[in-house]
């Protein structure tokens, strides 16, 4: 495990166990770790469909881990009042979303920044599937796309939408 530097002293297979509380519903799970569990907890899952996202240059999120500490996104969406989701660029360069990884269709192939954040399960499982393909993408190229998805472990590449630009820096969605 190389956030702690040691083998965890768990298994998720044997430490989850689905409450009777939990209903068909789509949910979400958040396992709360050190080198031992410390909380699960179950939510229930609501696709959210962005209209309005705006990109934002910030060079200084480092985010190669996936804590409980998010501030860092909150800030951003406090800041970006009006919009719905935030695509981070770093050096030009696109990222992730506040939430997710990202994938841009350019008409015949998904391709997804090679710059990203968060090394996503969804993202990983998507390349080794070849589904999406790796690729610097700035923001200047984003007029080269013609739908964007927003993918992470509880959105799948097919919920996408199609977008333009509102100026510089804003996008209109729409599926």
């Given amino acids: 495990m190389r956030?702690?530097?040691?083998?965890?002293?768990?298994?998720?297979?044997?430490?989850?166990?689905?409450?009777?509380?939990?209903?068909?519903?789509?949910?979400?799970?958040?396992?709360?770790?050190?080198?031992?569990?410390?909380?699960?907890?179950?939510?229930?899952?609501k696709l959210k469909h962005p209209k309005k996202v705006k990109i934002v240059e910030d060079n200084s999120i480092k985010y190669s881990?996936?804590?409980?500490?998010?501030?860092?996104?909150?800030?951003l969406m406090e800041q970006n009042l009006g919009f719905d989701d935030v695509?981070?660029?770093?050096?030009?360069?696109?990222?992730?979303?506040?939430?997710?990884n990202l994938a841009l269709w350019d008409g015949t192939n998904w391709i997804t920044p090679k710059t990203y954040l968060l090394k996503g399960t969804k993202r990983t499982f998507l390349l080794a599937k070849h589904k999406i393909i790796e690729k610097e993408?700035?923001?200047?190229?984003?007029?080269?796309y013609s739908k964007i998805a927003f993918i992470n472990a509880m959105r799948e590449l097919e919920t996408n939408y199609s977008f333009k630009f509102i100026s510089d820096s804003e996008l209109e969605l729409w599926t």
Avoid: M
Avoid at 9 to 34: M, P
């Fill in 87 to 100: 695509i981070i660029a770093q050096n030009g360069l696109l990222t992730d979303a506040t939430y997710s």
């Fill in 137 to 144: 993408i700035s923001v200047d190229d984003l007029k080269n």
């Fill in 65 to 75: 881990f996936k804590y409980e500490d998010r501030d860092v996104f909150i800030n």
């Fill in 3 to 45: 956030l702690f530097g040691k083998t965890p002293k768990f298994d998720l297979k044997n430490e989850i166990q689905i409450d009777d509380s939990v209903s068909d519903a789509l949910y979400r799970c958040r396992v709360t770790y050190t080198d031992l569990v410390e909380k699960i907890e179950f939510f229930p899952y």
